[in-house]
């Protein structure tokens, strides 16, 4: 299901192409067309209708996954966001509430996206994204900072009193300098300038979430907001480099998802993780999620940390790759290499071209000057992945594996190969190809 308020009917089968590489053509076509603009932010019951039914639940990362499966992580998430709620009043309590009475969502289930854990409830801010190409929309929390943060696993009083500031403050200042726009915030041209700045979107958004602090400071100013609020909310902004993360991700949901209307070919058109399980949709393959075991990333880490300490692999925010950017761009951002323990510009260049073997195209409106402006790759053919061996490589921060300690470092994960193995053989049953 697309999310959407008027949404544009380019629903497309398998039977309206002469062949896999001519639906995959369409595939990218529509996903490189969205046009994404932030519109709004609002407490997320009020933008997502799973949210305000009255029951306990809880938006997490990733494929289906029962609280049991969740890494102890997105459990300490699970814990936060339950204490946040008033659901419980200490650690044990809202450990058993959310093992006993909350129901689990995926966020790509609502047309959302959460970052790391990804935990979302109903009174958190939540931004919205409009695709204007095609009508349909797409949400995100808000970045809380670095340090003890819920999205890695925190869950104590620094971390609960930042998520009401967020609900109280920044996401209805936000929501009022919107206000002040003609239609919203358009997100694509940021994308494209920060391209061009060293950010590859995802491990390094410095120069998107300068341009946004830059570009909302005005919107704020107009916007009749007490002076104090301006200045503690401009100061947030211009203090949160990883700020423009999650609005880079929901921007790439919105994209990606009127994609799955052409349900035909072999592109991949959402990847994230729970933890646990490692998820890939196909655009021939509707909304069926293929899994493998999530491998744990490896890079580089703070004073004091190391591997053994690593939580596996988790969030919704390999939607950047999805759309190229990312892992699969890291030639755009030579300066954060190093940072993820993954070598120097020659390195950054040679992971961008083997990424390059495994899409169907090239973004233009992505292009890259570090790469001889060639945009993006862009549409991820799971046939290449299984045919080259190549698989997706993606950029994460890396959280502890203990619950309550926060980010402990920065790196990159393979996509396991599972996933893609089992999607090729259920395209070849849709397409009656034998493989046996």
């Not at 854990?117 to 949400?139: D, E, P, Q, R």
Request: aromatic share 6%.
């Amino acid at each position: 299901m697309t999310h959407s308020e008027n949404l544009t009917d380019i629903s497309r089968t398998i039977d309206d192409f002469d062949s896999i590489t001519d639906a995959n053509k369409a595939v990218v076509d529509v996903m490189t067309a969205g046009q994404p603009v932030l519109v709004d932010v609002a407490r997320a019951h009020t933008l997502i209708p799973e949210l305000d039914t009255g029951e306990k639940v809880l938006l997490h990362a990733g494929p289906p996954i029962d609280f049991e499966h969740m890494p102890e992580t997105i459990k300490g998430a699970c814990i936060g966001a339950a204490l946040f709620e008033g659901w419980a009043s200490d650690e044990d309590a809202a450990r058993r509430v959310v093992a006993e009475q909350v129901r689990l969502i995926p966020c790509h289930h609502v047309g959302a996206v959460g970052p790391m854990g990804g935990i979302t409830s109903a009174h958190m801010a939540l931004m919205k994204v409009v695709n204007t190409t095609y009508g349909n929309v797409s949400y995100s929390t808000l970045n809380e900072g670095i340090g003890k943060v819920l999205r890695f696993g925190g869950y104590d009083a620094e971390v609960i009193d930042r998520l009401g500031w967020m609900r109280d403050v920044l996401g209805p200042a936000l929501s009022s300098a919107l206000a002040t726009t003609d239609g919203g915030y358009p997100l694509a041209p940021v994308m494209a300038r920060a391209l061009t700045m060293g950010d590859e979107m995802h491990q390094r958004n410095i120069a998107a979430s300068a341009l946004f602090a830059k570009d909302m400071a005005p919107l704020l100013a107009r916007a009749g907001l007490p002076g104090d609020t301006v200045a503690e909310v401009s100061d947030f902004l211009g203090r949160t480099d990883q700020f423009f993360l999650n609005v880079a991700m929901a921007a790439s949901k919105a994209c990606a998802d009127p994609a799955r209307q052409v349900r035909a070919g072999s592109v991949v058109t959402a990847m994230c993780r729970n933890g646990y399980e490692f998820g890939i949709r196909v655009s021939g393959l509707g909304d069926r999620w293929f899994t493998a075991p999530v491998n744990t990333p490896s890079g580089l880490f703070f004073t004091g940390y190391d591997q053994s300490q690593a939580a596996p692999d988790m969030g919704d925010s390999a939607i950047m790759e999805t759309f190229g950017l990312g892992g699969m761009s890291i030639v755009a951002a030579p300066g954060v290499t190093p940072f993820l323990g993954a070598g120097g510009f020659s390195e950054a260049l040679a992971t961008t071209e083997e990424m390059a073997e495994v899409v169907t195209a090239h973004n233009p409106n992505m292009p890259i000057p570090t790469w001889n402006f060639q945009g993006a790759p862009t549409g991820i053919d799971i046939r290449l992945v299984v045919q080259t061996g190549i698989t997706p490589i993606i950029n994460s921060g890396i959280a502890s594996k203990h619950p309550g300690v926060g980010q402990i470092g920065a790196g990159t994960v393979r996509a396991p190969m599972g996933c893609f193995t089992r999607a090729v053989e259920a395209l070849a049953e849709v397409y009656g190809v034998d493989v046996s």
